[in-house]
Nanobody, 122 residues
Framework: QVQLVESGGGLVQAGGSLRLSCTIS????????MHWFRQAPGKEREFVAA????????YYSDSVKGRFNISRDNAKRTVYLKMNSLKPEDTAVYYC???????????????WGQGTQVTVSS
């Protein structure tokens, strides 16, 4: 059974930084591409960033490009999301997800963790 555990969220002022972590069990971590999504109140879950298996190629949504950085540590079975220059519109619950191929639609993922809340005050 796949288990995803996100952590690192919190309350931060606009312009600040946070680093999210997601540790995964129940699958061969290095064989999977890893993703971060977020969901704000009343909105659909949206793609934020992804990092491929193998070469570790990264992808970002336009809204976070240049501010967020996704990375992975295969030995620790953990994916990270470093968020810089945070804005109030980044406020959401952040989730990680795993799939072999890179995907950007939340409906393509069968398993989710509990998420971690990020709140950015203005």
């Amino acid at each position: 059974q796949v288990q995803l555990v996100e952590s690192g969220g919190g309350l931060v002022q606009a312009g600040g930084s946070l680093r999210l972590s997601c540790t995964i069990s129940g699958l061969t971590f290095s064989s999977y591409s890893m993703h971060w999504f977020r969901q704000a109140p009343g909105k659909e879950r949206e793609f934020v960033a992804a990092i491929s298996r193998g070469l570790g190629t990264t992808y970002y949504s336009d809204s976070v490009k240049g501010r967020f950085n996704i990375s992975r540590d295969n030995a620790k079975r953990t994916v990270y999301l470093k968020m810089n220059s945070l804005k109030p519109e980044d406020t959401a619950v952040y989730y990680c997800a795993a799939s072999i191929l890179l995907k950007t639609r939340a409906t393509d993922f069968p398993s989710w963790g509990q998420g971690t809340q990020v709140t950015v005050s203005s």
